[in-house]
């Protein structure tokens, strides 16, 4: 059985003393693929590095709106250089909910990139906190950019509407919180093309009840999660969430 993590961030310095090894061990577990995005432009070039060495790691670039005191104008000039290889725009997006930065600041930066990955064809992997209306008004003038909403925690109805846009959802260890019966649910009624697994890691790092260490092997309790709730043999949750993860990000 195989398995593609949708969304990680391998290139995070807590991984810089044994990431070679994580990553023998991830494949070992049959975890053979990553979609890394970035989160500033300062991480880019060391990002780039890693997917050159490690040809398990999918690259992605982009401006994360909690880092929006990092970011320049000239970031935008440079990721349509960083592009090349790249799977997708991101991590970009708007969070509402951690009172970092105003909503028109995080706008500003959100929209160069809608219209980055629209010249270049690439889907977004979009942070959405407390920001969904934000978010679909933006994304509606450009129903041709594609992506997916990584980590939903969401209500229902958000759910419903992101769907409806075409937008794809990855879930993470969220799901094995006990506490998460509605986002349970909205994992068994979900549609089965837009399915995306993630860990996040080394982020989501806790869960309710318990302090875990998030790692790559994590993405192994999400997939259970998910095939039980969808009434799947694991195999068969595994090639569902890897062939829309393939066909979202052309791996």
């Known amino acids: 059985m195989q398995m593609i993590d949708s969304h990680i961030h391998l290139d995070d310095p807590a991984f810089d003393g044994d990431r070679r090894a994580l990553l023998a061990a991830s494949a070992a577990l049959g975890i053979t693929r990553f979609v890394v995005p970035s989160v500033s432009r300062i991480g880019w070039e060391k990002l780039r590095r890693l997917a050159a060495e490690f040809p398990a790691i999918a690259p992605a670039f982009g401006l994360h709106p909690w880092f929006c005191t990092e970011h320049e104008e000239r970031d935008l000039v440079d990721l349509e250089q960083f592009l090349i290889g790249a ?19 995080q706008l500003y930066w959100f929209r160069a990139q809608l219209r980055i990955a629209l010249a270049h064809q690439l889907p977004l992997i979009i942070h959405c906190f407390k920001a969904t209306d934000p978010l679909l008004r933006e994304l509606a003038p450009y129903p041709e950019v594609c992506g997916v909403v990584h980590g939903f925690t969401g ?16 879930f993470g260890r969220a799901l094995l919180a006990g506490n998460s019966d509605k986002l349970r649910n909205i994992v068994r009624r979900i ?10 890691a080394p982020d989501q ?11 790559p092997a994590s993405l192994l309790q999400v997939l259970r999660t998910v095939a039980r709730l969808r009434e799947l043999d694991e195999t068969e949750a595994a090639k569902l969430c890897n062939t829309n993860a393939i066909r979202l990000f052309n791996l």
Do not use: K, M, Y
């Open 191 to 200: 549609p089965a093309e837009r399915l995306l697994i993630e860990t996040d």
């Open 87 to 105: 799977v997708a725009i991101g991590e970009c997006g708007l969070d509402q909910g951690h009172n970092r930065f105003a909503i028109d600041t």
């Open 205 to 215: 790092s806790i869960i309710r009840e318990r302090t875990e260490h998030n790692h």
């Open 155 to 170: 209500s229902e109805e958000q759910f419903e509407r992101l769907i409806e846009r075409g937008l794809h959802i990855s």
